[in-house]
């Protein structure tokens, strides 16, 4: 019986280490925001919109979203992400989002906008609130 159990152990051992790990990727990614659209005057606590067009380089990708966030003061980063799902190969295909965003500014004077961060091309905007 000993016998046994140590074949069923070393059997498991074997199969459990002769098995390539897959390949799975599943991770959100920056992607590019290649199209905007920001008026260059707004009005205090009234809607802008902010339209913007996003794409990611393969099929790979899905969920694409485009987020304002508040640097500091004043300042704004517009950033796109998708999540990435992958086994190895991906869809030969691009894949786009447009989105609008609508800000309603609190304070007067410049707000900045940068769109994009590195690698992809960095653009930047200004809207002036009165």
């Known amino acids: 019986m000993r016998q046994v159990n140590k074949y069923l152990f070393l059997h ?9 790990p897959v ?3 599943n991770k959100i990614v920056t992607i590019d925001i290649y199209e905007s ?13 902010l339209e913007l067009k996003a794409q990611a380089t393969n099929g790979c990708h899905s969920d694409l979203k485009i987020k304002l966030i508040e640097t500091k003061d004043r300042h704004y ?12 190969d991906c ?3 691009m894949v786009y989002t447009d989105t609008t965003i609508t800000f309603r500014p609190t ?6 906008f940068q ?3 590195t ?6 905007d200004t809207i002036e609130v009165n």
């Not at 498991?12 to 390539?20: A, D, L, N, Y």
């Not at 659209?37 to 802008?48: C, V």
């Open 107 to 112: 304070k007067t004077g410049k707000h900045f």
């Open 115 to 117: 769109i994009n961060e």
């Open 119 to 124: 690698p992809f091309e960095i653009r930047r």
């Open 37 to 49: 659209s920001i008026p260059q005057n707004g009005t205090l606590n009234q809607d802008i919109e």
């Open 77 to 88: 980063l517009l950033k796109a992400t998708a999540r990435f799902k992958s086994h190895g």
């Open 23 to 25: 390949n799975y990727v």
């Open 91 to 93: 869809p030969t295909v």
């Open 12 to 20: 498991f051992v074997i199969v459990i280490f002769s098995c390539e």
